[in-house]
Structures are given as structure tokens and as C-alpha cells.
T-cell receptor
Framework: DVKVTQSSRYLVKRTGEKVFLECVQDMDHENMFWYRQDPGLGLRLIYFSYDVKMKEKGDIPEGYSVSREKKERFSLILESASTNQTSMYLC??????????FGPGTRLTVT | RKEVEQDPGPFNVPEGATVAFNCTYSNSASQSFFWYRQDCRKEPKLLMSVYSSGNEDGRFTAQLNRASQYISLLIRDSKLSDSATYLCVVNIQGGSYIPTFGRGTSLIVHP
């Protein structure tokens, strides 16, 4: 079974803090994705990566950056957290363009 | 205008009913199509892929209509356990394949 893990289930940070969300997958997948999910807005793609050290912007990259130094790990960084970044963050990985496997999510609250 | 549109519902149906959801997409460069299921407070999981010829998996049938740019999901003989949010996903080919999620359709199956 594919396993995608995220570093925290719940996180509370203060405005202006730098926040790191980590995602690790154990199936040697090339593709990894970061989404945020908000009520009424659904899942929105922040960044994705199709290879190590490669990244592409999704629909809402503003205020975020990513890092993919190793194939199994894809990190989402909030350089200076703001209250409008309070959300559920979901990481996913896939072997090809088909099925994505999601992690359990990190619920981030910025106060 | 969002590229992938779904009726948010909720669709409230009795056990045993047949229910159908549609999902429309606006980008004709869309290449592949999927239905995911998301239970409350859980991550999305692939329900089924949608092929041009249509496909069926037990009580679930998915169809693609390229001419009218929509996909559909039909659930027959609804079970209480089918209660969930159903997410439509379209992979749009740009330089790489970019997954775009609909906002989801909520299904509630009641006794």
C-alpha cells in the first residue's frame, strides 16, 4: 500500500512565523503535489513537482514556496504566515498522471 | 470561472435509490478524468477513472462526453456508506499534466 505521511495533523502558528509542512511518500513516485482545501472552494493546487529539484506553480502559489531535495520528500513553506493561510493542507503523490494518493492532511491555524 | 464545475448538493437520497452527478469542464485540452471520494475529515481517495468508452465498477458507472465536455457518475442501489463528497478531477495538459479538482458534490444517503 502506498503511504503518504504529513509531519503534523494539527498546527497552530502566529502571524509572521515561517512554517514548514513536510510530506513523505514511500512508493518512489515521481510526482508530488500540495493542495489546500477550504469550505466552498474545494481543493486548490498550490505547487507540484515532477522530479527532484523541479517545481511548478499551481493555481495559488502566492505566499508559498516548496522544496524537493529528495524524491520521497516534498516540503511546503510559508515564508511569513498570514491568517488567510489558515486551511487544511493536503499532500499527494502519483506514479503517473493517473491516481493520486493523498496524505491525511495538516490543519493549519494561523492566529 | 472555475475550469471544473460541480453541483455542490447536497443530494439527499434514500437507501436503494439511483443518483447521478455531473461535472463540466471548460478546457478542451483536458486529457484524463477521474472521480474521487472524500469522507468527512478524511483525505480524498480514487473512486474510478473515466474512460472515453465509459466504465463500470459494481454499482458505479462513469461516463465521459467530450463533445459536451462533461463527465458523470451514476450510483445504483445507494448504501448508507456511500454518503460522502464526490470530487471530479480533470487533468489538463499544458507543459505537463495539471490536475484540477471540482469543488465536490455532497451525497447523503438516509435510511
Amino acid at each position: 500500500d502506498v503511504k503518504v505521511t504529513q509531519s503534523s495533523r494539527y498546527l497552530v502558528k502566529r502571524t509572521g512565523e515561517k512554517v514548514f509542512l513536510e510530506c513523505v511518500q514511500d512508493m518512489d513516485h515521481e510526482n508530488m503535489f500540495w493542495y489546500r482545501q477550504d469550505p466552498g472552494l474545494g481543493l486548490r493546487l498550490i505547487y507540484f513537482s515532477y522530479d527532484v529539484k523541479m517545481k511548478e506553480k499551481g493555481d495559488i502559489p502566492e505566499g508559498y514556496s516548496v522544496s524537493r531535495e529528495k524524491k520521497e520528500r516534498f516540503s511546503l513553506i510559508l515564508e511569513s504566515a498570514s491568517t488567510n493561510q489558515t486551511s487544511m493542507y493536503l499532500c499527494a503523490s502519483s506514479l503517473n498522471i493517473y491516481e493520486q494518493y493523498f496524505g491525511p492532511g495538516t490543519r493549519l491555524t494561523v492566529t | 470561472r472555475k475550469e471544473v464545475e460541480q453541483d455542490p448538493g447536497p443530494f439527499n437520497v434514500p437507501e436503494g435509490a439511483t443518483v447521478a452527478f455531473n461535472c463540466t469542464y471548460s478546457n478542451s485540452a483536458s486529457q484524463s478524468f477521474f472521480w474521487y471520494r472524500q469522507d468527512c475529515r478524511k483525505e480524498p481517495k480514487l473512486l474510478m477513472s473515466v474512460y472515453s468508452s465509459g466504465n463500470e465498477d459494481g454499482r458505479f458507472t462513469a461516463q465521459l462526453n467530450r463533445a459536451s465536455q462533461y463527465i458523470s457518475l451514476l450510483i445504483r442501489d445507494s448504501k448508507l456508506s456511500d454518503s460522502a463528497t464526490y470530487l471530479c478531477v480533470v487533468n489538463i495538459q499544458g507543459g505537463s499534466y495539471i490536475p484540477t479538482f471540482g469543488r465536490g458534490t455532497s451525497l447523503i444517503v438516509h435510511p
